[in-house]
């Protein structure tokens, strides 16, 4: 078994949206994921304070396809035009994500989301964050691009990430190992959600996110509310070096192997609730 990332996975089928709201998003990677910028709004986000409950709630929402036709229940035009605040999905930066990595995977275009850190939200400090990346065949590499900020002047070629400024889970496990870094100085932005347990939720949602199951950032599953307790012990932490290895390989095969561990595994019950 491998990974064909040209498909979509069971949350980034875009087949029930309708096809004129998908119309105009060009062929070229940039530019299919330049209007995604417009179309989340985050929960943060001061434009989202006199929004209902309900509308908040949207941040729950998990398939890329039920965004999609969120969007086109709030304002019915395509996802390309630009929108007001309010009429844009309230999510996080996992939403921007999925909705870039979907789109492309639309066009037939290898993408897939990672789950890790950036490190130029906050300074001297990694930040809990989703980017996509995309494969180009001519120079056998996969491309990094935020498209949460992309257009903007947060860094430099947000559509092509330099190497450092976003750590995938794997890379932020291995770096940890090493004793390359800080781990205390890993975490989710506004929260005391900092540390070594971070990195490990963090890398076995980057293994799912591989494996084209693309989870919400709060989502638990196997031992991940145990590790987040700082309830595991050493052989968890052993099962996470051969996840981080795999995940760097990047061997697909190997990506699909290790992520039938029951430990490891996204429950059908969660990814369909």
Not at 171 to 192: K, L, P, Q
Not at 251 to 256: H, K, L, V
Request: proline share 7%; with cysteine; net charge negative.
């Amino acid at each position: 078994m491998t990974i064909d990332y040209r498909l979509p996975g069971r949350l980034t089928d875009l087949t029930a949206v309708p096809a004129e709201a998908l119309a105009g998003f060009g062929s070229e990677p940039v530019t299919i994921c330049a209007p995604i910028h417009s179309l989340v709004l985050q929960p943060t986000d001061p434009a989202a304070r006199h929004l209902s409950e309900a509308r908040l709630a949207e941040n729950q929402i998990r398939p890329a396809p039920e965004l999609a036709l969120r969007l086109l229940s709030l304002e019915n035009k395509p996802l390309t035009e630009l929108r007001e605040p309010g009429q844009r999905v309230v999510g996080t930066c996992r939403h921007f994500a999925v909705l870039a990595c979907a789109l492309l995977r639309h066009r037939g275009i290898p993408a897939r989301v990672r789950c890790g850190f950036a490190t130029y939200f906050e300074e001297e400090r990694a930040v809990d964050h989703w980017v996509i990346e995309y494969r180009i065949a001519q120079h056998d590499r996969w491309v990094r691009l935020d498209p949460e900020i992309l257009g903007q002047t947060v860094v430099e070629h947000p559509e092509d990430l330099a190497e450092g400024l976003f750590l995938s889970g794997a890379e932020a496990w291995m770096a940890f190992r090493r004793g390359e870094i800080d781990a205390s100085r890993f975490g989710v932005h506004g929260t005391e959600n900092w540390g070594p347990a971070e990195i490990r939720g963090n890398l076995v949602k980057d293994l799912a996110a591989l494996n084209k199951v693309e989870m919400l950032p709060w989502d638990e599953w196997g031992r991940m509310t145990e590790a987040y307790d700082g309830e595991t012990g050493p052989d968890y932490d052993m099962l996470l070096d051969r996840v981080a290895a795999i995940c760097i390989s990047d061997d697909p095969t190997e990506i699909a192997t290790i992520y039938r561990n029951p430990d490891l595994t996204v429950p059908d019950t969660l990814v369909c609730s």
